[in-house]
């Protein structure tokens, strides 16, 4: 029997619904799906990605607004970047105060950004990756460019809409008189998409945009003939093929490879020092820095001597050789490629086509949507500087009217009650033009100012026969966008403060690559390897049975001479090797490291062999379950501290055996103690495997214990009881097929079933 019936359930009252609601019933995959694709769309178009017109993102546009509202002309005054930020915030984009001084800190920064927006007075960030002062500590105003991207804003150049509570409006786009999405780039990560753009030249960006005019149908090859590639405000050299360059402007995907610019500095009595003067861009120096100095340290670069910084206004990283000797070009070689002093730099032209579409554009699209932009501002300005023209015109022909008639109209001022009415009747003056003559001035009576007025009415009627032509012809809106550009050309192309081309292009030196072994000084070590995995390398070569310190509970387990130019191999009961460098090793007296922090050794996993890798040698390597096969030693070199896998184990069974190839026989011993002989060309040449059987055990206990190379003809030895070597020179008993079973080892071999080393 149930302990209660739906009956004597309470059913819950429906909640009451205000007056003009309702309730919507779907399903909440539905429901979150559509709300999160509202917050994509929200995030994709009015944050992270810029428009191609204007190159901006909406808090940038909005800042640039605000300040002009402000008027911080770039030869007016500065004003607090608190007050800035408050009003964007509180005007136009309701976000955090924070982040909106962050993206107007950007602005302007040289070394972000090519062309800066904003003029800062106070610390705004530097190369080091200082963050800025407190917004309440700084001051801004606007640039030339950032000025020239709104000029005409106030001639009804672009759309206006609402701010976000409908009390003020902002611009949708602005004017935009030169290309700044590619002159200062844009980086940002929406939902599911991104943008990446490097800054670009002016003056290059002018040439290819007059050039795209004047024939429609150019290429991109064309276009990358005028615009060779990114223009970094840090400068820097690339040395990106072309084809690179090429492939990236049409698809609008890609990178470039970007590296510091140097030179030699002689320091007389053949010493000489490399001086880094420009560095890759979205580098932060004292990160360079700091990662050179640990290069040095860790000896990873033995030929650099050291790195000073130098640098006061302009970049100077100073580089110490070890040596003399060393050859410059080299040693930047190495450089580039241990640390930031080259980068490489993504492109992906993700941006929103008239504002609404994000598209992957390439060179040729991107410039396309800026000259379209510029035509229909320029088409809005003409009809905007008409109507004020036709405007101005209509009150000027009412001022002609009153000159020619000034005594019938001062009287009709004087003696009517409805001077206006009388007016516009007598005169067939319209509305504005009788109001206009009520508000003359009595010193507007003057027979020069007729003369004034129409001149005044002929300049007018030309500007506006000339704007009427403009408007009616493709070809004079090209012509006069091209005379535009070429204005801003010579305000901020190359002749202009600032506007040479700084990042050099240039294909790669042809350097002869150096590996960082040959740049190792070759110094003799010895490795010691404790039983617990503890590794260091003692200078020079110690006798190999001096008496060393271990921790409580270690000792000794394997040692060896060798160089620090050597590579080390570490093979692992997992199957894999690990390679390691006889230079990175830990030195001094103490303890040392362990191997596990240096490569990634599972905690379940032994060292079975730590040997010198030898080029050309090959390697028998055997699992406890007598499964194994011969390897190429060249063939299990691992790059990266993962290692190799080459012995495939699992469950139980781990790898055990790692021998020399140094004979035609191998011999192999189980933990049943019988041992089996047989010729080394029965085992296959694998890179990676499990391999073939060595020994069968009769029970499925029964595990390898040990197994020897060697010379049939000097016969198989080992130590007996009494710590004699033993040498066994008829071994027909015991030599048979790869696989078999084998017989009970001969009296005297060693009760822990080893051979001899």
């Given at each position: 029997?149930?302990?209660?019936t739906?009956?004597m359930?309470?059913?819950?009252?429906?909640?009451e619904?205000?007056?003009?609601?309702?309730?919507?019933?779907?399903?909440?995959?539905?429901?979150?799906?559509?709300?999160?694709?509202?917050y994509?769309?929200?995030?994709?178009?009015?944050?992270?990605?810029?428009?191609?017109?204007?190159?901006?993102?909406?808090v940038?546009?909005?800042?640039?607004?605000?300040?002009?509202?402000?008027?911080?002309?770039?030869k007016?005054?500065?004003?607090?970047?608190s007050k800035?930020?408050?009003?964007?915030?509180?005007?136009?984009?309701?976000h955090g105060?924070?982040?909106?001084?962050?993206?107007?800190?950007?602005?302007?920064?040289?070394?972000?950004?090519?062309?800066p927006?904003?003029?800062?007075?106070?610390?705004?960030?530097?190369?080091?990756?200082?963050?800025?002062a407190?917004?309440?500590?700084?001051?801004?105003r606007?640039?030339a460019?950032?000025?020239a991207?709104?000029e005409?804003?106030?001639?009804?150049?672009?759309?206006?809409?609402?701010?976000?509570?409908?009390?003020?409006?902002?611009?949708?786009?602005?004017?935009?008189?030169?290309?700044?999405?590619?002159?200062?780039?844009?980086?940002?990560?929406?939902?599911?998409m991104?943008?990446?753009?490097?800054p670009?030249?002016?003056?290059?960006?002018?040439?290819?945009?007059?050039?795209?005019?004047?024939?429609?149908?150019?290429?991109?090859?064309?276009?990358?003939?005028?615009?060779?590639g990114?223009?970094f405000?840090?400068?820097?050299?690339?040395?990106?093929?072309?084809?690179?360059?090429?492939?990236?402007?049409?698809?609008?995907?890609?990178?470039?490879?970007?590296?510091?610019?140097?030179?030699?500095?002689?320091?007389?009595?053949?010493?000489?020092?490399?001086?880094?003067?420009?560095?890759?861009?979205?580098?932060?120096?004292s990160?360079?820095?700091?990662?050179?100095?640990?290069i040095?340290?860790?000896?990873?670069?033995?030929?650099?001597?050291?790195?000073?910084?130098e640098s006061a206004?302009?970049?100077?990283?100073?580089?110490?050789?070890?040596?003399?000797?060393?050859?410059?070009?080299?040693?930047?070689?190495?450089?580039?490629?241990q640390?930031?002093l080259?980068?490489?730099?993504?492109?992906?032209?993700?941006?929103?086509?008239?504002?609404?579409?994000p598209?992957?554009s390439?060179?040729?699209?991107?410039?396309?949507?800026?000259?379209?932009?510029?035509?229909?501002?320029?088409?809005?300005?003409?009809?905007?500087?008409?109507?004020?023209?036709?405007?101005?015109?209509?009150?000027?022909e009412?001022y002609?009217?009153?000159?020619?008639?000034?005594?019938?109209?001062?009287?009709?001022?004087?003696?009517?009650?409805d001077?206006?009415?009388?007016?516009?009747?007598?005169?067939?003056l319209?509305?504005?033009?009788?109001?206009?003559?009520?508000?003359?001035?009595?010193?507007?009576?003057?027979?020069?100012e007729?003369?004034?007025?129409?001149?005044?009415?002929?300049?007018?009627?030309?500007?506006?026969?000339?704007?009427?032509?403009?408007?009616?012809s493709?070809?004079?809106?090209?012509?006069?966008?091209?005379?535009?550009?070429?204005?801003?050309?010579k305000?901020f192309?190359?002749?202009a403060?600032?506007?040479?081309?700084?990042?050099?292009?240039?294909?790669?030196?042809?350097?002869?690559?150096v590996?960082l072994e040959?740049?190792?000084?070759r110094?003799?070590?010895?490795?010691?390897?404790?039983?617990m995995?503890?590794?260091?390398?003692?200078?020079?070569h110690?006798?190999?049975?001096?008496?060393?310190?271990?921790?409580?509970?270690?000792?000794?387990?394997?040692?060896?001479?060798?160089?620090?130019?050597?590579?080390?191999?570490?093979?692992?009961?997992?199957?894999r090797?690990?390679?390691?460098?006889?230079?990175?090793?830990p030195?001094?007296?103490?303890?040392?490291?362990?191997?596990?922090?240096?490569v990634?050794?599972?905690?379940?996993?032994?060292?079975?062999?730590?040997?010198?890798?030898?080029?050309?040698r090959?390697?028998?390597?055997?699992?406890?379950?007598?499964?194994?096969?011969?390897?190429?030693?060249?063939?299990?070199?691992?790059?990266?501290?993962?290692?190799?896998?080459?012995?495939?184990?699992?469950g139980?069974?781990?790898?055990?055996?790692?021998?020399?190839?140094?004979?035609?026989?191998?011999?192999?011993?189980?933990?049943n103690?019988?041992?089996?002989?047989?010729?080394?060309?029965?085992?296959?040449?694998l890179?990676?495997?499990?391999?073939?059987?060595?020994?069968?055990y009769?029970?499925?206990?029964?595990?390898?214990?040990?197994?020897?190379?060697?010379?049939?003809s000097?016969?198989?030895?080992?130590?007996?009881?009494?710590?004699?070597?033993?040498?066994?020179?008829?071994?027909?008993?015991?030599?048979?097929?790869?696989?078999?079973?084998?017989?009970?080892?001969?009296?005297?071999?060693?009760?822990?079933?080893?051979?001899?080393?």
């Amino acid at each position: 029997m149930p302990l209660y019936t739906t009956s004597m359930v309470k059913k819950k009252d429906t909640p009451e619904i205000p007056d003009g609601g309702h309730i919507i019933a779907e399903p909440l995959r539905r429901a979150l799906g559509d709300r999160y694709l509202t917050y994509a769309l929200s995030t994709i178009m009015n944050r992270a990605l810029p428009d191609a017109r204007d190159g901006l993102k909406p808090v940038h546009r909005r800042i640039l607004f605000a300040m002009r509202e402000l008027k911080l002309d770039p030869k007016g005054r500065f004003r607090k970047s608190s007050k800035i930020s408050g009003d964007v915030m509180g005007n136009y984009h309701p976000h955090g105060d924070a982040a909106i001084y962050d993206a107007m800190a950007r602005l302007a920064q040289d070394f972000s950004v090519r062309y800066p927006l904003v003029d800062g007075q106070g610390n705004f960030g530097n190369i080091d990756g200082d963050n800025p002062a407190a917004a309440r500590y700084t001051e801004a105003r606007m640039t030339a460019a950032a000025e020239a991207l709104m000029e005409g804003i106030s001639e009804d150049a672009v759309d206006f809409r609402d701010n976000y509570d409908g009390s003020l409006t902002e611009p949708v786009v602005l004017p935009a008189a030169f290309p700044n999405l590619l002159a200062n780039g844009s980086s940002g990560i929406a939902v599911g998409m991104a943008t990446n753009i490097p800054p670009h030249n002016i003056n290059e960006l002018i040439d290819a945009a007059i050039h795209l005019v004047k024939f429609p149908n150019a290429g991109v090859e064309k276009l990358v003939d005028l615009v060779p590639g990114p223009d970094f405000p840090t400068g820097g050299v690339m040395i990106e093929p072309r084809e690179n360059i090429l492939n990236a402007y049409k698809t609008g995907r890609g990178s470039f490879r970007l590296r510091a610019k140097w030179e030699l500095e002689d320091m007389g009595r053949g010493m000489w020092q490399i001086i880094v003067t420009e560095i890759p861009y979205q580098v932060q120096k004292s990160k360079l820095i700091e990662k050179i100095a640990e290069i040095i340290n860790a000896k990873k670069i033995p030929i650099l001597g050291d790195v000073r910084d130098e640098s006061a206004e302009d970049i100077r990283l100073v580089l110490e050789p070890r040596s003399k000797t060393v050859d410059p070009a080299v040693l930047m070689e190495a450089l580039f490629r241990q640390s930031d002093l080259e980068t490489r730099f993504s492109l992906n032209m993700n941006v929103l086509i008239d504002g609404l579409v994000p598209q992957v554009s390439n060179l040729k699209e991107v410039l396309r949507a800026f000259i379209d932009h510029r035509r229909n501002v320029l088409q809005r300005r003409s009809k905007f500087r008409l109507g004020k023209i036709d405007a101005r015109l209509e009150v000027l022909e009412g001022y002609i009217i009153a000159f020619l008639n000034l005594d019938r109209v001062i009287e009709i001022i004087r003696f009517e009650d409805d001077p206006k009415a009388m007016l516009m009747a007598e005169f067939d003056l319209s509305d504005v033009q009788g109001e206009a003559i009520l508000n003359m001035r009595l010193r507007s009576l003057r027979k020069l100012e007729e003369m004034e007025l129409k001149r005044e009415r002929d300049t007018l009627l030309i500007e506006r026969s000339d704007l009427e032509d403009l408007i009616g012809s493709d070809e004079l809106q090209w012509a006069k966008i091209i005379e535009q550009l070429r204005a801003t050309r010579k305000e901020f192309g190359k002749s202009a403060d600032g506007g040479a081309r700084r990042t050099v292009l240039t294909d790669a030196p042809d350097v002869e690559e150096v590996p960082l072994e040959a740049m190792i000084e070759r110094e003799p070590v010895t490795v010691v390897c404790s039983e617990m995995g503890w590794v260091r390398a003692r200078s020079g070569h110690i006798a190999l049975d001096q008496e060393l310190k271990f921790k409580d509970g270690d000792g000794p387990r394997f040692i060896f001479h060798a160089e620090t130019t050597d590579k080390l191999l570490v093979f692992g009961s997992n199957g894999r090797f690990y390679t390691l460098s006889a230079n990175d090793l830990p030195g001094g007296r103490g303890m040392g490291e362990p191997v596990r922090l240096m490569v990634d050794l599972p905690n379940d996993a032994e060292i079975v062999a730590f040997f010198i890798h030898e080029p050309g040698r090959e390697l028998l390597v055997a699992s406890s379950a007598g499964d194994g096969f011969v390897v190429a030693e060249n063939e299990v070199i691992a790059h990266t501290r993962n290692g190799r896998q080459v012995l495939n184990v699992k469950g139980n069974i781990k790898a055990r055996i790692c021998l020399f190839l140094a004979g035609d026989h191998i011999a192999c011993v189980g933990l049943n103690r019988k041992l089996l002989v047989f010729s080394l060309a029965d085992l296959p040449r694998l890179g990676r495997g499990k391999g073939v059987r060595l020994q069968k055990y009769a029970d499925k206990d029964g595990e390898l214990s040990d197994a020897k190379v060697f010379e049939l003809s000097a016969g198989l030895k080992w130590l007996d009881g009494g710590g004699r070597t033993r040498t066994e020179t008829d071994l027909n008993d015991w030599i048979g097929k790869r696989a078999g079973a084998g017989r009970m080892a001969p009296r005297g071999f060693p009760r822990d079933n080893k051979f001899t080393d």
